[in-house]
């Protein structure tokens, strides 16, 4: 096999490919990244400016794109953004999961302790982790369910394996999305065949709008909690958006056709590392 062959398999040409939380750095970048690589892509957001300028941004680049006003925990917005995508282009291929996210209120700092937290506020980071996984995988997975063929990949998190301190709600949230992976992974092939796959991204620390003052401090110097992580990481660098974008490819692919139920690390060696 020549590499022109090879690379072949990693070719996204032609494949309609839906990312929500697609307004989002991480969800973004993968958003670019699919359509570099030829995809159709459908990003997925609430908030129809920050869409229309990120698919602006992917027709520029030569690549075909498509804005989807969504909330990814409101059946009926999902349902109608299925109907505009398959209007525009058909079947669906791939989902990407990139919505998500955590809360101050769902966080233990400073003298909050674990009681102090407001079970309103760890339910609204469980239903926008998990539920905003769950939702739009039945809305968009129903189509590749009928095609007995495409890639479901969600997002999970470091914390979700190795839980951190302060963020209990995230922790769980994320935890709960990488066994809904490898369970709808078991699921899917058994009942729509080996054409259907479940995977996961699980992304180390990469700074965003809503970690950076827990990592940075106003000068851009690391806080300790931030010297700590880097401590950590082998390769002692935060991740960057486009750090996910290769293994996002991969995962949607046929170059992965054989995988699923897996949860990928992207965390420049976080998880392998044992402190000494």
């Not at 929500?20 to 970048?29: N, Q």
């Not at 769902?106 to 760890?122: G, H, K, P, Q, Y």
């Not at 769950?134 to 990949?153: C, D, N, T, Y």
């Not at 290769?246 to 949607?252: E, F």
């Amino acid at each position: 096999m020549n590499s022109a062959n090879g690379l072949k398999f990693f070719d996204l040409t032609g494949k309609v490919a839906v990312v929500t939380g697609g307004t989002g750095v991480l969800g973004g970048a993968i958003a670019a990244g699919f359509g570099r690589a030829g995809a159709k892509v459908a990003v997925v957001g609430r908030r129809k400016q920050l869409a229309e300028t990120l698919v602006e941004k992917i027709k520029k680049s030569g690549g075909e794109a498509l804005p989807l006003i969504a909330d990814v925990l409101d059946l009926a917005s999902l349902r109608e953004a299925r109907r505009e995508l398959q209007q525009t282009w058909g079947g669906i291929d791939v989902l990407v999961n990139c919505a998500g996210g955590n809360i101050p209120e769902a966080t233990v700092v400073n003298d909050r302790t674990f009681f102090d937290l407001e079970s309103e506020a760890l339910r609204k980071v469980v239903d926008l982790n998990l539920y905003g996984t769950l939702l739009p995988s039945q809305i968009f997975g129903e189509v590749m369910a009928g095609q007995k063929s495409g890639s479901i990949i969600n997002v999970s998190s470091m914390t979700a394996q190795k839980p951190l301190t302060r963020v209990v709600g995230y922790s769980a949230a994320k935890a709960a999305v990488e066994n809904l992976t490898k369970w709808l992974a078991v699921d899917l092939a058994q009942k729509f065949g080996p054409g259907l796959r479940v995977n996961a991204i699980g992304p180390g620390f990469f700074l965003g709008e809503q970690n950076r003052r827990l990592l940075l401090n106003e000068d851009h110097s690391l806080t300790e909690r931030g010297k700590t992580i880097l401590e950590h990481t082998p390769m002692a660098r935060f991740g960057e958006p486009e750090d996910l974008v290769g293994t996002a490819i991969w995962l949607a692919s046929d170059a992965a056709r054989f995988v699923t139920g897996i949860v990928v690390p992207v965390d420049g060696g976080f998880s392998a590392y044992s402190g000494v």
